[in-house]
């Protein structure tokens, strides 16, 4: 059994479930669109996030509805920003295969993208879970500015480690700690707990982007996605320029 099988074995049964939730909440009124949203579902990557909301969820209690519901408000918040990402970066390529943009063009892409962003809100409000959407929008509102914050910075030759950190904490951080915090809050955990929850997601985040980055350095393949993108884009990703971004201390009278 694999490190990641082994985590998430005290919420598997929940997972399964899950999927059946997802999958129902991505269902459209048109037939173009369920095409789509089905090709979206052989695709889905290891749903992390929806890991992270239930575990926490049992770490202060029971798997609910309002823990379904933040589950899926944020992973399909989650594929909104994938989808979105693509077309942006004008990659096409997603997990190894075709990403949307390469398929169904980047007008269709960004539509889809949409349709996603709001199938999330009108799942929240549909159950009135408004505290959740107010944790999630938070969220998102972070990693936009973070995108912000990355394009700005990169117009430089580098940035400091505080601003890398800043910048990482914003666009990926911000959505773990939205996952640690929603899954606490549906349990019925204290405001306390809910914070401290949110700051470990906050730390795992983080974590979990600076293994991204070097994983961009890896052999074509190895990841599941395109690699080298960062410098290709001219956004000069932190560990390329770590070593340098260090200086060495000044000697006393120097």
């Given amino acids: 059994m694999g490190e990641l099988e082994k985590i998430r074995k005290p919420v598997k049964q929940e997972l399964t479930e899950f999927e059946k939730v997802f999958r129902k909440e991505l269902k459209g009124s048109i037939p173009f669109l369920d095409i789509i949203t089905n090709f979206i579902l052989r695709r889905k990557g290891k749903q992390i996030r929806p890991l992270f909301v239930f575990l926490s969820a049992k770490l202060f209690g029971q798997v609910n509805q309002s823990t379904y519901v933040a589950a899926s408000l944020i992973e399909l918040l989650h594929t909104a920003t994938l989808v979105h990402d693509d077309v942006v970066d004008e990659s096409y390529e997603r997990r190894g295969f075709f990403s949307l943009n390469a398929l169904w063009k980047s007008k269709v892409a960004v539509l889809v993208g949409d349709y996603l962003?709001?199938?999330?809100?009108?799942?929240?409000v549909r159950h009135k879970e408004y505290h959740l959407l107010e944790i999630v929008s938070d969220a998102v509102r972070?990693?936009?500015?973070g995108e912000l914050l990355q394009i700005q910075k990169s117009r430089r030759n580098g940035i400091a480690p505080e601003e890398y950190f800043e910048i990482i904490r914003k666009k990926t951080?911000?959505?773990i700690s939205s996952c640690t915090a929603c899954g606490a809050y549906s349990a019925g955990a204290s405001e306390e707990s809910v914070e401290r929850m949110k700051q470990f997601g906050e730390h795992a985040g983080i974590i979990?982007?600076?293994k991204d980055d070097l994983l961009d350095y890896q052999k074509t393949g190895l990841t599941g996605k395109p690699t080298g993108n960062d410098i290709r884009k001219e956004n000069i990703?932190?560990?390329?320029?770590w070593p340098f971004s260090i200086r060495p201390p000044v000697k006393p009278g120097k």
Avoid: D, H
């Avoid at 972070?142 to 500015?145: Q, V």
């Fill in 173 to 175: 951080a911000a959505l």
């Fill in 117 to 124: 962003l709001a199938k999330g809100l009108l799942a929240a």
């Fill in 142 to 145: 972070e990693m936009s500015e």
């Fill in 208 to 210: 979990f982007q600076i």
């Fill in 237 to 241: 990703p932190f560990p390329l320029f």
